[in-house]
C-alpha cells in the first residue's frame, strides 16, 4: 500500500505533465508550472542522492573473482558464527573466521566452499564474504565444533571453573568446561542447566 493511501484513505492521483495550453486561466496555469517545476527539483535531488549514495558504497568495494581451487577466508556474521565456533569474547575475535578452498562457483557472485562436514552452515557464501589467501599456510587449523544443538559436539569431559551470571531476570549458573579430545585452551563456558540438559549422562 502506498504512504499516500495509509494517511489519507485512497489512492493517489496519477501525475500528468502539465503543458501551457492545457488551461487559459492565468492563475491556474501559474499554479501548474510552479507544481512542474517543484517535480523536476525533486526528482533532480532525489537522482542526485541516490548516486551520492552508489558512489560511496562503490568506494567500500573491490572486485573479486575466484577459481575452483582456491583458498579463500571466509567472513561470519556473529550470529552465524557461534553455529561454527564459540568463542568467549566475539568483539575481539578475528575477522575472518577460518580458511577453506573453493569447491564451485554459483553464478556470478556466489561461491561454494569445501567446509568440514559437522558445520551446521550453508557452504555457499556472497563474494564479500571471502578473501583471497595469497600463501597457504603449511598446517591449517579449523576450530572445533563446541555448540551444544551440534550432533557433532564432544562430550563435556570437567568442569574447570564456576560462576553466577544474569540471564533475563534470572541467576544461572555457567562453568567453564573441559570437552574430551580436546585441551583445556578450547574449553567454553557453557550454561550448566543447558549443558545437563544435552548431556544427561553427565554428572559434574
Not at 14 to 19: E, G, P
Not at 164 to 186: E, F, M, S, T
Request: charged fraction near 25%; glycine fraction near 2%; aromatic fraction near 10%.
Amino acid at each position: 500500500m502506498h504512504p499516500y493511501e495509509v494517511l489519507y484513505g485512497q489512492k493517489p492521483h496519477i501525475h500528468l505533465s502539465y503543458s501551457s495550453r492545457d488551461t487559459y486561466v492565468e492563475m491556474v496555469d501559474r499554479s501548474l508550472k510552479a507544481r512542474e517545476v517543484i517535480i523536476q527539483l525533486l526528482k533532480f535531488h532525489l537522482s542526485r542522492a541516490q548516486q551520492r549514495m552508489k558512489d560511496t558504497a562503490k568506494q567500500h568495494r573491490s572486485e573479486r573473482s575466484f577459481e575452483v581451487g582456491d583458498w579463500v577466508y571466509l567472513k561470519l556474521q556473529p550470529y552465524r558464527e557461534i553455529s561454527v565456533a564459540t568463542r568467549p569474547f566475539n568483539k575481539l575475535a578475528a575477522k575472518h573466521h577460518a580458511l577453506y578452498p573453493i569447491a564451485a562457483k554459483i553464478g556470478s557472485v556466489a561461491y561454494k566452499l569445501l567446509m568440514l562436514v559437522d558445520v551446521l552452515i550453508h557452504p555457499t557464501f556472497h563474494v564479500s564474504q571471502l578473501k583471497r589467501c595469497h600463501k597457504i599456510p603449511n598446517i591449517i587449523n579449523h576450530p572445533p565444533i563446541l555448540y551444544l544443538s551440534s550432533p557433532y559436539c564432544p562430550q563435556p569431559e570437567s568442569i574447570l571453573e564456576r560462576t553466577l551470571v544474569k540471564r533475563g531476570n534470572k541467576v544461572v549458573c555457567q562453568a567453564k568446561i573441559k570437552w574430551i579430545g580436546l585441551d583445556a585452551d578450547y574449553a567454553t563456558w557453557e550454561c550448566l542447566q543447558d549443558l545437563q540438559r544435552r548431556f544427561p549422562s553427565f554428572n559434574p
